[in-house]
């Protein structure tokens, strides 16, 4: 499948900061909020060095997005990250009312944008946004089973 150029160059931000992640013995996931062609907010996965369950990428990312804009809510911006949220993610993403989510790794044991569960559609949720899945998802897969494979 081809994508939009700015959604390659923004999942390749994305996999600059799972790269962060991954060199300081997280899980390497990264994500970057866009709103308006600007990156408005990075984050990584901090889980293990912040002592923090609900320190993943997309969600740090969101905390850094929203202290940008100094508002809690993100109309319009576009969140991507390497990995497929999990139902936490999905449930911060509805929260901040994030237009898109542009995901890289499909993931069938957590994931919450198709793999195993779709909460970007479900009534569960208050707010709607579209989903686009496998965006260099051959580069974002290949990152976290290098990963995981040296830890073995």
């Not at 996999?15 to 994500?31: Q, T």
């Not at 949720?125 to 051959?138: S, T």
Request: with cysteine.
């Amino acid at each position: 499948m081809s994508w939009a150029e700015s959604d390659v160059v923004s999942m390749q931000a994305a996999l600059a900061a799972a790269i962060k992640a991954g060199d300081a013995g997280e899980v390497p996931v990264g994500a970057v909020v866009v709103l308006d062609d600007e990156i408005i907010g990075t984050g990584n996965n901090t889980t293990i060095s912040d002592h923090d369950p609900s320190g993943h990428a997309e969600i740090v990312a969101l905390r850094a997005a929203a202290n940008a804009r100094s508002n809690h809510r993100l109309p319009g911006a576009t969140l991507y990250v390497t990995l497929e949220p999990c139902t936490m993610c999905m449930g911060a993403i509805s929260q901040a009312r994030i237009s898109r989510v542009v995901f890289g790794a499909y993931d069938p044991k957590f994931g919450a944008a198709g793999s195993v569960i779709d909460l970007s559609d479900s009534k569960a949720l208050n707010h709607r946004f579209e989903i686009n899945g496998g965006v260099l998802a051959d580069e974002c897969s290949a990152m976290l089973k290098t990963f995981f494979e040296a830890r073995r």
